[in-house]
């Protein structure tokens, strides 16, 4: 899915024009998806009497943007978590940590998400960074949808 900045889409309306009409284009502000700019091709009855599995797709780019948001997310708590000074690192991460616990003790999140996020959180600070960011267990989108960061991070 294209992708365009609220300013570069004010700027470049016939560009984003043109580009919606191949394809849904998405329109960022702040680094998360806004608003997804369509032909009517793309949108409602005129697409879906054309192609039965339009609102599918339609539904899939909307759910990569949202994952693309959680992503950008985890990746400034994760450049956070490396510039802060030591107190207010360890401050996020226990937080963290707290809100971890809660799920266990309240039972408001599955065990898998509960155990593997505290051990994440165990983890050397460099390792953390980079695995709360990265995909390589299969598990890096189900964790950034289910994040006990918490305050600015939310």
Known sequence: MQQFSSTQAKQNFGQLMKASALAPVAIE????????VM?????????AAQDPLAERR?????????????LLRHHRIALDLLTLSP??????I???????ERWRSERLSSRDYVDRWA????????QLAR????DADGWGTALRQNS???????
């Open 87 to 92: 107190a207010e690192r360890e401050g996020l």
């Open 58 to 70: 339609l539904a899939r780019l909307q759910q990569a943007g949202i994952e693309k948001d959680r």
């Open 119 to 126: 051990a994440l959180l165990a983890l050397p600070l460099q």
């Open 131 to 134: 695995e709360m960011v990265s």
């Open 94 to 100: 226990q937080q963290a940590r707290d809100t971890v």
């Open 39 to 47: 032909s009517p091709e793309f949108h409602g009855a005129g697409r």
């Open 29 to 36: 502000r702040h680094g998360k998806v806004q608003a997804l």
């Open 148 to 154: 006990p960061w918490v305050g600015p991070y939310a």
